[in-house]
C-alpha cells in the first residue's frame, strides 16, 4: 500500500557554509509506455565534496517541486504526488572510515514529491559526513545515487498520446541547524506515449501542505506568551483527497528544537499540534504532542472521492516549564506528515 509523506520546517534560517562543495546532475527524460508508470533508476545523483578535516552531523537533503508538472503546451498537468525518488546507491572516499551506505544514512526508500512544499530525501542523516585525513586537505567525497518513478493509474490515460511534461525541481542541502550547505536547480522530463495494458482500478490518496503553511512561526514575544501559552493557525493549511478510509499522522524528524546559532535546544514535546477540519462530515480529530514518534490527528470514512481542507493550530501549554530558560533565538525542527489508509 504505498504512503503518500509531506515534510517540512516550523522554521527556517539560510546562511551559506562553504567548507563542503554540493553538486548533482541528472538524466531526467523518462517515457511512459503503460498504465504501470515507469522508472528510471539513474535519474539524479547527488555529491558532497570537501577537502581536510570535516565532521558534518544531520546533515539534510530536500527537493522542492518550484512549479506544477505542465505540459510543454500548457493545457495538462501532472499531480506533484505521482512523482518519486527512490535511493539506489551510496559510494565515495573519506578517511580513515569508508563512506557510509544508505542505511547508514537513514534514507527513506521512497519520497514523494509535493506543491508548495520542500520533501526530505534525507531527512535528517544518522550519519555524519566525516573526513580526518592522514595528510593535510585530504580529498571526500560522498555520492548518492537516485531513482525516479511515475506512478501507474488509470489518470495517465487522461493526457493525449505524446504529450510531455516538465518538471522544475529544487535541491537543497542542509547542515545541522538548517544553513544552506548549496543548492541545485534541474528540469525532469515525462513523455506519455501510447499506453498498453487496461487502466486499473486504483486507490487515490494525497496529501497537501498549502504554501501559507509550508514553513510554520510560533512566535514569543512577551512573558505573557509564556504564562498564557501562545498559538498561531494556518487557516486551510492542509488539504486531503482520498477515495478510502483515511488516517493522517505526523511526527518531528528531530528529538529536539535546534538553535540556529550555538548548540542551544528545547525538547519537540513543548510544541503541541491540531488539526481543525473545515468538513465535519464522517472524521476524527485528535491534538497530539509533537514527539518523534508518529501520531494520528485525523481519521475519516469515505466511499468516493473526497477533498478535505484543515486548518492547522500549533501550540504551546501555559507556563511550560521546557521553555522558561530557553535562549532568544530561533529554534526549529522538520515535521514529516503522512496520509495512509486505515
Known sequence: ?????IALFITI???????????????????????NGNSNPDSYTVTFAA????????????????????????KYTIPGNKISF???????????NPTPSLAQIGVPPNVFLQENAEVFL???SNAPLYNMPASPNGYYNLQIKFGITIMGG??????PTWTRFVAPVEFTAYDQYNNVIGKVNHTFDFHIADLTGTPPVTQEMSLKVNLNAANGLLEFKSMQDYNNGNSVVYPGG???????????KVKSLQSHLLSNIGNYSIPVSVVHLALQPLEQSNQGVFPITLSTVS???AKGNVSQTTTYNYDIKYFTLPQDEQLINAKPTEYSTTLQYEITPQ
Open 86 to 96: 527512490q535511493p539506489i546507491s551510496s559510494t565515495g572516499q573519506a578517511y580513515p
Open 295 to 297: 501520531q494520528t490527528l
Open 13 to 35: 534560517s539560510m546562511i551559506v557554509d562553504a567548507q563542503v562543495s554540493f553538486t548533482s546532475w541528472t538524466n531526467s527524460y523518462l517515457q511512459v509506455n503503460s498504465y
Open 154 to 159: 488509470a489518470y495517465l490515460g487522461t493526457y
Open 238 to 248: 492542509l488539504q486531503i483527497k482520498t477515495n478510502t478510509n483515511f488516517q493522517i
Open 1 to 5: 500500500m504505498n504512503k503518500v509523506l
Open 122 to 124: 534525507v531527512p535528517q
Open 51 to 74: 577537502n581536510g578535516n570535516l565532521n558534518m552531523p544531520y546533515w539534510k537533503l530536500s527537493a522542492n517541486l518550484k512549479q506544477p508538472i505542465l505540459s510543454t503546451d500548457g
